[in-house]
């Protein structure tokens, strides 16, 4: 319990009281247990190749901060020469590295979106997206998730009422909390036919699918009303996002995007550990077919168990509804070695909180039978 009579302080106590009494109240907790929690599909975060890739720059001489913005002298050759391959793996005209998928996110919609712009935000995308949206200069609406119609209501509606500036549609490619995929195709037909541009992020999806791990856009990377954000810190293993755009869009972001401004460059070592990562995804396929074969194999595995997924990736959405709920099955299944987490409001909608099971090459499949097991007698046990 925090003390109430701290006089300063008491508005911020009562506020994570509050939380506690939802069961929404959140705290750190060390990794232990298999992982069934990360983001790391690919298990690249601790590779061999990475470590050596790493090690390789240090005594080459990269240092381990940038020391200063990239309009400064923090841009270095491993910046450059990130940004070029990159540009090149995905098929795009240019490529810009950030510090996280976050910030990558805030520039490009706080950025690029002019105040009479149309912001059409998927109600499931990311924080970010959202938090980008509410600072950034354009209106923005919610769309119904995944659904096209909705997409075009929100639009002609807008219009309707004298919306006169550019649309912007941002969704996930893959989304975070419940695993399913947009449907890219239509979304893109949908962009030529208002004239807008579409803004994907691939942080779930760059180096799990696609060709060699481009993603889910990679059939429609170099348009120019086409904005991807390829998050670096889950499957590449590294950190950083890249947003690759055409040169004019990319320039723009350079000149006007004050944190990119002022902020200090990412390391030029997670520069040198992205592009490991890109040659992993080129040079060693198998990885990809691993994990896609072991998603296969788990969902089959979790219908026989009388417990079928709404999802059919590497994100498994297990929903109980309850928050107390949802964290008791999560801290049985910690205490039986899993290290699955509980995902609660305002993360996930009221009402559907839930277990968010990843999967990774951190695991096998007797991890997963194992997993699935458990889950099944520990949900079993928590209605009785």
């Not at 990377?221 to 890249?242: I, N, Q, S, Y």
């Not at 077919?289 to 194999?297: E, T």
């Not at 994100?315 to 099955?329: E, F, K, Q, S």
Request: aromatic share 8%; with cysteine; net charge negative.
């Amino acid at each position: 319990m925090y003390p109430t009579h701290i006089g300063k302080l008491n508005s911020y106590a009562a506020s994570l009281e509050a939380l506690r009494g939802d069961d929404r109240l959140r705290g750190l907790k060390p990794r232990a247990g298999t992982d069934f929690a990360s983001n790391d599909y690919l298990a690249l975060a601790s590779a061999p190749r990475m470590k050596k890739a790493l090690l390789t720059a240090l005594e080459a001489g990269t240092p381990i901060g940038a020391g200063g913005s990239r309009l400064l002298r923090g841009n270095y050759e491993e910046h450059e020469a990130l940004e070029a391959e990159a540009a090149q793996f995905f098929r795009s005209e240019t490529a810009l590295f950030f510090g996280g998928g976050y910030i990558a996110n805030f520039a490009v919609l706080t950025t690029l979106p002019q105040r009479g712009d149309l912001l059409v935000l998927d109600s499931l995308v990311h924080a970010s997206i959202h938090e980008a949206a509410r600072a950034g200069r354009a209106e923005f609406r919610i769309s119904a998730h995944n659904d096209l119609q909705s997409v075009e209501v929100t639009i002609s509606d807008w219009r309707a009422k004298g919306g006169m500036g550019r649309i912007w549609i941002v969704v996930e490619s893959l989304y975070s909390m419940d695993g399913d995929f947009a449907p890219l195709k239509d979304l893109v037909a949908i962009a030529e036919r208002y004239e807008a541009f579409l803004v994907v992020d691939e942080a779930h999806a760059t180096g799990v699918y696609g060709e060699q791990g481009r993603g889910l856009t990679a059939s429609y990377e170099g348009r120019e009303d086409l904005v991807v954000v390829h998050t670096c810190g889950k499957a590449l293993g590294a950190a950083g996002a890249l947003v690759t755009a055409s040169g004019v869009l990319r320039d723009f972001m350079v000149n006007r995007y004050r944190p990119f401004i002022f902020a200090t460059a990412p390391s030029p070592l997670m520069a040198v550990a992205v592009r490991e990562a890109l040659l992993i995804l080129q040079e060693e396929p198998e990885r990809q077919q691993r994990l896609i074969d072991l998603v296969d194999f788990t969902h089959r595995q979790l219908v026989v168990c009388g417990r079928p997924s709404r999802s059919n990736s590497q994100i498994i959405p297990y929903v109980v509804g309850d928050n107390a709920r949802a964290m008791r099955l999560a801290s049985a299944l910690q205490a039986r070695g899993f290290d699955i987490r509980g995902i609660r409001p305002p993360t996930v909608p009221v009402g559907t909180a839930r277990l968010r099971i990843s999967l990774t090459l951190n695991v096998g499949q007797v991890d997963v039978s194992d997993m699935i097991d458990a889950l099944v007698e520990e949900t079993w046990g928590d209605v009785r």
